[in-house]
């Protein structure tokens, strides 16, 4: 009997049994391939499906908290980041184009344009109406100005010809050189075209350079004049010739006639024993105390220096070669001590307005305000030519500035206007006048 149970009848529930145990197997291994796998390996107990999934969720939570983590670091930008399946995790981005996928994303929004930062002007609003001389490049002016004019026009934006009469000249010689090198196109005549074609555009490069000083302007009312005057069938040569004789002339007898008057006249006034202060330098009183030391006469200079220019420097040592004694103050500081041991001042200007006022280096104000305070004498030299119908009463009404000294933090005038009341005689080649005659003066001249 015992070999019967080896038989096919004993084998089935065998059988049965073994699949019995196969089947939860297998449905284990649907739920979750990998942890049966890792348990497996592991020789671990087998988990249960609930068991199983709890698994799963905390390792997506793990990897979903270490995705999170490097995306919040300075590496968020990498492409290296994995999404846990072996491949590459989408870059997260903040803004319109990093909405879900579905949804309709924003344009990106337009650049802002640049806004050029404003180039604030040194020198303020209110004193905006006052010049200041600049280099103009030669490639910028008028075709039709002329190559005397264009090195005049550097010479003055560089200061290189500063006082108004030099100015004056080297503008009348070289408007000279204009006429002679000019020839009127066919058809045209000489007095009605050179004004407009030729001598304005020589006259606005000047002026672009640096303002004219009203010597200047004066006697380009007369050039334009004496041009109208010409008959318009006089021959071009003969025109021309005519005309650059009168600029001689005018030259001759308003620039130097006039400088050799005023010298003359001022050096008379100086009395032996005399203490004469002077500010600063120009060529009229120079030539006056050259002229008063060649008479004979013994005096003092006391010479009173502009601190931002030093033009005094050379000035005294040209006295003091002619042996004249002169004592040098470079700056204003100690100008009412010399004044006290002063007898006359001596400036000169570089206008004088129509009620008075005269137009001269910047400080000279100071020392004729405080020269009649203390009872001096105030002599003032100035040729005619610089005499102009225009009136001011300040400093700000007609100046210009220092290029040289202007800055974001302030600027410096080169001129100032001083009161006709500091002023007690001006010196002119039609002789001593007050400064209110200046009127009178003016309407003489146009009667010449």
């Not at 096919?8 to 089947?23: N, R, T, V």
């Not at 995705?67 to 999404?83: E, I, N, V």
């Not at 030299?381 to 302030?410: A, H, K, M, Q």
Request: charged letters at 25%.
């Amino acid at each position: 009997m015992a070999t019967e149970t080896g038989g096919p009848g004993a084998a089935g529930p065998a059988l049965e049994g073994k699949a019995s145990q196969e089947k939860p197997a297998k449905a284990a291994s649907k739920d979750s391939q990998p942890a049966q796998g890792d348990a497996g390996a592991a020789g671990e107990k087998k988990l249960s499906n609930a068991e199983l999934k709890k698994k799963a969720k905390e390792e997506k939570a793990a990897r979903r908290a270490q995705a999170k983590a490097s995306s919040a670091g300075p590496s968020s930008g990498a492409q290296g980041l994995t999404d846990g399946k072996g491949g590459k995790a989408k870059q997260k981005q903040d803004g319109p184009q990093g909405q879900q996928q579905g949804r309709p994303q924003a344009r990106p929004a337009a650049p802002v344009p640049t806004i050029p930062k404003e180039v604030k002007p040194t020198v303020p609003e209110c004193f905006s109406h006052l010049s200041v001389a600049r280099r103009i490049d030669m490639t910028q002016a008028d075709k039709d100005v002329h190559p005397a004019v264009l090195a005049l026009g550097q010479h003055m934006s560089t200061f290189a010809i500063s006082d108004s009469i030099t100015r004056l000249e080297a503008t009348l010689l070289a408007f000279k050189k204009v006429i002679d090198s000019y020839t009127p196109p066919h058809g045209t005549s000489f007095s009605r075209h050179f004004t407009s074609h030729i001598l304005n555009p020589q006259i606005e490069y000047l002026s672009a350079c640096r303002p004219m000083c009203f010597s200047m302007g004066n006697a380009v009312r007369w050039l334009k004049l004496q041009i109208s005057k010409i008959d318009i069938d006089l021959p071009d040569t003969d025109a021309k010739k005519l005309l650059s004789e009168s600029i001689d002339n005018f030259i001759s007898e308003r620039i130097s006639l006039a400088d050799y008057v005023i010298v003359k006249t001022a050096a008379d006034m100086i009395e032996d024993g005399e203490v004469i202060l002077t500010y600063a330098h120009h060529h009229l009183v120079e030539q006056t105390l050259l002229r008063a030391k060649e008479q004979g006469k013994s005096f003092e200079v006391i010479l009173v220096d502009d601190p931002y220019e030093r033009v005094g420097l050379a000035h005294a040592k040209t006295l003091s070669a002619a042996g004249i004694p002169v004592s040098y103050s470079p700056d204003l500081g100690a100008l009412r001590s010399n004044l006290r041991e002063s007898t006359s001042l001596f400036v000169a200007a570089e206008a004088m307005f129509s009620n008075g006022a005269m137009y001269a280096r910047a400080g000279t104000c100071d020392a004729a305000a405080a020269a009649t305070d203390l009872g001096l004498r105030v002599v003032a030299l100035c040729e005619t030519i610089n005499f102009t119908e225009r009136v001011s009463i300040d400093s700000l009404t007609y100046n210009e500035i220092d290029p040289e000294r202007n800055s974001g933090e302030g600027f410096r005038l080169l001129f100032d206007t001083t009161r006709d009341k500091f002023v007690t005689v001006v010196v002119t080649e039609l002789g001593n006048t007050a400064p209110t005659s200046v009127p009178a003066i003016l309407r003489k001249l146009e009667e010449l």
